[in-house]
């Protein structure tokens, strides 16, 4: 039987922000707020977090996730990939090709279970090999960081030359906002990339709620936009 695992990557390291993992953010760890979304989706089957610290482990068994194993300290440093450590926790989790893996980054608090489930019903009505969550840009942004998103829905690049400006008539662009990877195993495996150039779709998320924490500017912005949502 296939399952669907949620890996939330979150070292202890963090240089600009220390303890940004288990910082407070409207009432819970920074951590927390991902782990709920993926408790709450309804085609999640585990929720485990891979991480270097204990600190960590301990603040996410408090909130119901799993740390089965620890991540070696290779893979907690600053020029450690993401797609290494998520390879690492596809073999400590001993998970087939057909299972599929969700990475959630912790430092993406405002995505939701129901962006989540979105993610979920595409990999499964379009057969995708990938899901990425993107988010619109502003047409004047330059062109050269942008991703466009297929009549099909696929999600590739669109190429123009370093520092050429979105013309007004062109269709909308997107950058990846890095809340949601929905990968097969055995694509990710074989590629060893969360978008692989084919069946790589896009889930477009709101500017609000794609907002990457890195600052303290960045938590206080998270926290207003949360505090007024549970205000409404």
């Known amino acids: ?34 782990i709920d979304a993926a408790l709450n989706s309804s085609g999640v089957n585990r929720v485990v977090v891979s991480t270097d610290d204990e600190k960590i482990a301990f603040v996410s068994r408090m909130w119901e996730a799993e740390v089965p194993f620890m991540r070696p300290q290779e893979l907690a440093t600053d020029s450690a ?11 400590k989790l001993n998970l087939k090709k057909s299972d599929d893996i969700l990475l959630l980054q912790p430092t993406s608090p405002l995505r939701t279970s129901e962006d989540i489930n979105d993610a979920i019903s595409i990999m499964r009505f379009r057969h995708a090999d990938a899901v990425v969550s993107v988010t619109a840009i502003p047409k004047m942004a330059h062109d050269y960081i942008t991703q466009k998103i297929d009549e099909n829905g696929i999600l590739s690049e669109a190429i123009h030359s370093l520092g050429e400006y979105v013309n007004p008539d062109f269709p909308a662009r997107y950058m990846w906002n890095g809340a949601i990877y929905l990968n097969r195993v055995e694509s990710l495996l074989k590629d060893k990339t969360f978008r692989p150039k084919e069946r790589t779709f896009a889930l477009e998320m709101p500017k609000e709620r794609s907002i990457d924490i890195d600052t303290e500017l960045d938590f206080a912005l998270a926290e207003c936009i949360i505090r007024n949502r549970l205000h409404k």
Do not use: Y
């Not at 695992?5 to 303890?19: C, D, E, H, N, Q």
């Not at 990939?81 to 073999?91: E, F, G």
């Open 1 to 34: 039987m296939t399952e669907l695992v949620a890996i939330i990557t979150a070292r202890g390291g963090s240089k600009r922000l220390p303890g940004k993992n288990i910082k407070t953010l409207a009432g819970k760890p920074l951590i927390a707020w991902s």
């Open 81 to 91: 990939k993401s797609i290494d450590v998520v390879i690492h926790a596809i073999k």
